[in-house]
């Protein structure tokens, strides 16, 4: 069974940085591809950031464009997101999760993931 647990999540000031940790077990991690979602109380979850599983491609929603960053450590079986110049906007449970193949595919679908950590929180304060 696969285990997604993240890490790093806190509160900030606007302006500020946080960096997100995902470490995984259960199946061999170089693999897979990865991705970042995020929910805000009241509404839905949504797509962030992705990495393929080389670390080679990555994607990212218009609205974090150029402030995070997505990236993964294989020996460390741990996908990181860097997020910087932090926005009010992106107060949200941030969950990391495991595409359901090897190969990705419609990346910022919730649909396209098997497994799912439990969520960090973010907070920033304007």
């Known amino acids: 069974q696969v285990q997604l647990v993240e890490s790093g999540g806190g509160l900030v000031q606007a302006g500020g940085s946080l960096r997100l940790s995902c470490v995984a077990s259960?199946?061999?991690?170089?693999?897979?591809?990865m991705g970042w979602f995020r929910q805000a109380p009241g509404k839905e979850r949504e797509f962030v950031a992705f990495?393929?599983?080389?670390?080679?491609?990555?994607y990212y929603a218009d609205s974090v464009k150029g402030r995070f960053t997505i990236s993964r450590d294989n020996a460390k079986n741990t996908v990181y997101l860097q997020m910087n110049s932090l926005k009010p906007e992106d107060t949200a449970v941030y969950y990391c999760a495991q595409h359901k193949t090897m190969y990705g595919g419609n990346v910022a679908a919730t649909a396209s993931y098997a497994y799912w950590g439990q969520g960090t929180q973010v907070t920033v304060s304007s």
């Open positions: 259960g199946r061999t991690f170089g693999r897979w591809p």
């Open positions: 990495i393929s599983a080389s670390g080679d491609n990555t």
